[in-house]
T-cell receptor, first 110, second 113 residues
Framework: EDQVTQSPEALRLQEGESSSLNCSYT??????LFWYRQDPGKGPEFLFT???AGEEKEKERLKATLTKKESFLHITAPKPEDSATYLC???????????FGTGTRLKVLA | GAGVSQSPSNKVTEKGKDVELRCDPI?????LYWYRQSLGQGLEFLIY????????KSGLPSDRFSAERTGGSVSTLTIQRTQQEDSAVYLC???????????FGEGSWLTVV
């Protein structure tokens, strides 16, 4: 069964303090690993899709990387506006469902 | 439309009443998903549509829940005889073309009192 585990559950950073969020997964035939950002009271906002081990994608202060067992979302010099819950999901072959982790709640302090 | 549109944004209903939640996917997107997110919980899959068909409805929690999609576009999630445990955010997402990414709406916040 496909599974996604995110860590840590919550993370507090000072502005400018870089860190990484982890997404460990097991999946049968990866069709994609996805990162979303979710602000309170809002729907998940798409960030990145990764398809194969070794792939990396960047957007502003965020960089997502992928191995065969986990993905990292690196946040470089974060700002308070990066505070949100970050969700990881996988889609495996042989299923229609996207499986989501429970997210990492990030708080960046000014 | 430019994005996935959901209505109502917020709904407060009395226990035992029926509710309908609507989703208008991104124009041209053939795949449509409903997920549920309870307070502090992860996203729970409810149902998947490809066109007007639902190949996977395995996540619907009980027979009080049903969904349909018409014209390959708008979808309606109906909850009959609502219970307090149905209180959650109901999220709709769509996917189109050859891409594998699903895009979400802002959700419908349901409170059953």
């Amino acid at each position: 069964e496909d599974q996604v585990t995110q860590s840590p559950e919550a993370l507090r950073l000072q502005e400018g303090e870089s860190s990484s969020l982890n997404c460990s997964y097991t999946v049968s035939g990866l069709r994609g690993l996805f990162w979303y950002r979710q602000d309170p009271g809002k729907g998940p906002e798409f960030l990145f899709t990764l398809y194969s081990a070794g792939e990396e994608k960047e957007k502003e202060r965020l960089k997502a990387t992928l191995t065969k067992k986990e993905s990292f979302l690196h946040i470089t010099a974060p700002k308070p506006e990066d505070s949100a819950t970050y969700l990881c999901a996988v889609w495996g072959s042989g299923t229609y469902k996207y499986i989501f982790g429970t997210g990492t709640r990030l708080k960046v302090l000014a | 439309g430019a994005g996935v549109s959901q209505s109502p944004s917020n709904k407060v209903t009395e226990k035992g009443k029926d509710v309908e939640l609507r989703c208008d996917p991104i124009s041209g997107h053939t795949a449509l998903y409903w997920y549920r997110q309870s307070l502090g919980q992860g996203l729970e899959f409810l149902i998947y549509f490809q066109g007007n068909s639902a190949p996977d409805k395995s996540g619907l929690p009980s027979d009080r829940f049903s969904a349909e999609r018409t014209g390959g576009s708008v979808s309606t999630l109906t909850i009959q005889r609502t219970q307090q445990e149905d209180s959650a955010v109901y999220l709709c997402a769509s996917r189109g073309g050859t891409g594998n990414t699903i895009y979400f709406g802002e959700g419908s916040w349901l409170t059953v009192v």
